[in-house]
């Protein structure tokens, strides 16, 4: 479900535009985002999209210029734009990539900061997006933008680990526990998974730990830094 906040949304666009949504959502926190987001709306202007800002509430539509294709809002509704969204340029926070992954969507990680990179990282590892540095220009931006327009593998990989996590939330013994735990566990109930289990269960996902809680593997190759600016390759998804 999407905050309380956000309010009502009417589409800008003609029924008629078909020209592919990217959606651009960094975080609703300050993170110094304001640049980046004006280099992102730059990139979008050079192409054949409709593009959608969202800022937040930490900062306002007006300190963003957008081109003619690109509309600015301060929210609006992800869980219902996300279903028509070809594209997602998003900071890569756990609960973004979650729910773009759940729709199939792929997706440009621009990580500020806090887990971002590390869940950056494994997006690419999957195959399910690309990963830039926030000093990227727009001509970079746009280009993996179009990337991820035209390579319909990034969107088969998207919808293959969005499968995975939604198949993990429905298998969770989470309920299970807690109402054994409440002595519940002989009551006839209707299962309806909640939106903490399916984060976890996209934790699990994309940072899969051992027995010892560590991580799993080498995730990312050939990358001289998670953290740094450069692109990470992305692996085959098994």
């Known amino acids: 479900a999407d905050p309380d906040w956000v309010g009502t949304w009417q589409s800008p666009w ?32 050079q192409l054949p999209v409709r593009g959608l800002i969202t800022v ?43 729910k773009a992954l759940g729709h199939g969507v792929p997706l440009l990680c621009v990580p500020m900061g806090r887990d971002q990179n590390d869940i950056a990282a494994r997006v690419v590892y999957h195959g399910a997006g690309l990963r830039l540095s926030t000093s990227a220009s727009a001509d970079q931006l746009a280009e993996a933008t179009k990337t991820l327009l035209e390579d319909a593998a990034y969107r088969t990989a998207a919808r293959r680990l ?11 013994s989470t309920i299970d526990e807690l109402e054994q735990l409440a002595g519940l566990n002989n009551r006839t109930r209707n299962v309806k998974i909640t939106r903490k289990e399916l984060v976890e269960a996209g934790r699990s996902q994309l940072f899969p730990l051992d027995g010892a809680g560590r991580f799993v593997g080498n995730v990312v190759e050939n990358s001289t830094d998670a953290r740094n600016g450069q692109k990470l390759r992305s692996e085959p998804v098994q």
Do not use: M
């Not at 937040?56 to 007006?62: C, D, E, F, L």
């Not at 509309?71 to 979650?98: C, D, F, M, Y």
């Not at 969005?162 to 969770?172: L, P």
């Open 14 to 45: 003609n029924t008629n535009d078909y020209r592919p949504l990217v959606l651009v959502g960094f975080s609703t926190t300050f993170q110094k985002q304001t640049e980046c987001l004006n280099t992102v709306a730059e990139a979008l202007g």
């Open 162 to 172: 969005g499968d995975a996590i939604c198949q993990s939330a429905w298998n969770s």
């Open 56 to 98: 937040g509430k930490t900062i306002t539509p007006q300190s963003i210029t957008a081109p003619e294709n690109v509309v600015v809002r301060q929210a609006a509704p992800h869980s219902k734009l996300l279903p028509e969204v070809a594209v997602i340029i998003t900071h890569a926070g756990h609960g973004s990539v979650v």
